[in-house]
């Protein structure tokens, strides 16, 4: 009886031990659910962090399921028209985040789904995005406390960020890149005042596998996209083409088919997914199986 009474004391001890434990609190300000979290097997939310301004995290809602041996990979993310917000990009980025990434976009919270009208953005935003996301999972403090995953981290952009991204394609620290409805410029005389100019030259700075999202002959930067892809030998690098021209499919909902192929290269690349790769992968790669696409590729077999 006396072994029994401990036993159960023992017992309740641990229940208590257990449901007093506490998570670390969360340290956004600002959240917005979009599309009931997107059709990943982690529902998403998009939060405005005060420690990183002028950038927003799309990330799982529930991080619980992540720690230091399943971490979150990381894509860094520049907007279109060098937008310092991603309101054009949210259904897009939202569901990648849901299939278990961490995104830290370039800009300010999207407060509603109003164009934004502000000063251009910074190619140096990605990689403040990035120190930021390092510092967190190092920080004992901070709700991203070693669920980060520092070995899996991608950048990429659409259009202007597109070119942010070419810029900081030599950071060690990425492992792959996604250039979407861009490409470094033929004739540099046609880019607007202010935007990056990464050169044809910088290309063969890229050591890391690269996705190029086009919006075939009708997207204003397929020619240089295009271009760009024809350059790059040293590398794995897929040009992807869906004729949907320069402003993709990120609005449509859950960002479309652009969000189904990007989510299925960062699943590769970051995350080492077998059926994935079958999407690049093989003489009928899964991405020419879909509707509309066209892929060219090199030394992806």
């Known amino acids: 009886m006396k072994r029994l009474c401990l036993l159960l004391a023992a017992a309740s001890f641990a229940a208590v031990g257990c449901s007093s434990h506490k998570a670390t609190p969360e340290t956004y300000n600002q ?25 927003t995290i799309f990330r799982p809602a529930d991080l619980s399921p992540f720690n ?37 976009a370039i800009g300010n919270f999207p407060v ?8 251009m953005s ?4 990605q990689i403040e995005g990035l120190d930021w996301a390092i510092a967190q999972n190092a920080d004992k403090n901070s709700p991203y406390y070693k ?21 900081n394609a030599s950071d060690e620290r990425l492992k792959t890149i996604m250039i979407c409805n861009s490409g470094s410029f033929i004739d540099p005389n046609t880019a607007i005042p202010g935007m990056p100019m990464p050169t044809k030259d910088d290309l063969q ?32 690098v897929a040009a992807c083409n869906l004729p949907v021209g320069h402003g993709g499919t990120y609005r449509q909902p859950y960002g479309g088919e652009f969000a ?42």
């Open 147 to 167: 669920k980060l995953d520092m070995q899996n981290i991608a950048a990429a952009g659409m259009s202007c960020g597109g070119l942010q991204t070419l810029n």
């Open 122 to 125: 910074k190619t140096e935003q």
């Open 31 to 55: 959240s917005r659910t979009l599309e009931d979290g997107g059709t990943g097997d982690y529902k998403a939310i998009m939060v405005a962090e005060p420690s990183l301004a002028e950038h």
């Open 205 to 236: 700075k890229i050591k890391v596998p690269v996705l190029y999202l086009l919006g075939d002959t009708t997207d204003i930067a397929y020619m240089n996209g295009m271009d760009d892809f024809s350059r790059i030998n040293s590398v794995p």
């Open 68 to 104: 230091a041996k399943n971490p979150l990979p990381i894509l860094i993310w520049g907007n279109g028209a060098c937008g310092n917000s991603p309101w054009e990009h949210v259904n897009f980025l939202n569901e990648i985040a849901s299939h278990g990434f961490m995104v830290v």
């Open 112 to 119: 509603d789904d109003q164009p934004y009208h502000g000063p």
């Open 260 to 301: 189904i192929v990007a989510t299925a290269w960062l699943k590769w690349q970051l995350c080492n997914d077998d059926d994935a790769a079958q999407m690049f992968k093989g003489e009928n790669p899964g991405v020419a199986q879909r509707e509309g696409w066209r892929i060219d590729k090199k030394n992806i077999d």
